[in-house]
């Protein structure tokens, strides 16, 4: 099936067996960002066209290689989340309760191949470990670019810190700690701190736009 992105008019290419049948999904130019709302009730179309975006030229989406990001298919109604932690059976502990959350996730195990899909896919979670802090990924997240650094709930794994130390995540510009002897109440506790977040964030938006700064 091919698709494409109106506001860049490129044009994408995915396998008919990867998308599900009568269903809206929604997609991320793999150049901007922004989100394509894309109806595939219709396959045998030619060519079908998304709403809402900006550019990337044609690619078959099993050309890819990890060092250009795939195109993120997410159904709609599902947030996103990306991982990126060392530890595979812990990685596994966390892709459980994402999905448990209604969570589209995506995993990559290294620390470059996180970074291209954050600045070319949007995401509403991102869950990393302490080994980011070694291979230098947590400070290659804080200094992507405010606009694509603002748009995501990040999460640090952490042995040694407590969950939900305010503190620490300030320091480690992070906007939560989760500590791994709590995984089995991650649903709970991550899904408390995203309200909250968005809660505050809100607050945050409405005094800009009461200033006019935004």
Request: charged residues 25%; proline residues 4%; glycine residues 4%.
């Amino acid at each position: 099936m091919k698709f494409s992105c109106p506001g860049c008019r490129a044009v994408f290419t995915i396998a008919d067996e990867k998308i599900p049948q009568s269903k809206e999904l929604r997609i991320a130019c793999p150049k901007c960002g922004n989100a394509i709302e894309l109806n595939v009730q219709d396959q045998s179309s030619e060519h079908a066209t998304g709403t809402g975006l900006q550019q990337a030229d044609s690619f078959e989406a099993d050309d890819l290689g990890e060092d250009i990001p795939p195109l993120e298919i997410v159904e709609e109604g599902l947030k996103s989340a990306l991982t990126c932690i060392s530890r595979e059976t812990i990685s596994r502990r966390i892709a459980q309760a994402l999905h448990a959350m209604d969570f589209h996730v995506s995993e990559v195990a290294k620390p470059q191949a996180a970074i291209n899909r954050l600045r070319h896919n949007p995401y509403d979670l991102v869950v990393i470990d302490e080994a980011s802090r070694e291979n230098d990924l947590l400070e290659q997240v804080n200094l992507l670019p405010m606009h694509v650094r603002r748009r995501f709930f990040l999460c640090l794994l952490s042995r040694t810190m407590p969950t939900l130390d305010q503190l620490q995540a300030f320091r480690m510009g992070v906007n939560m700690i989760l500590n791994i002897q709590d995984l089995h109440k991650a649903k709970t506790v991550v899904n408390r701190a995203i309200q909250v977040y968005e809660h505050n964030y809100r607050i945050f938006e409405e005094e800009l736009a009461q200033k006019g700064q935004l």
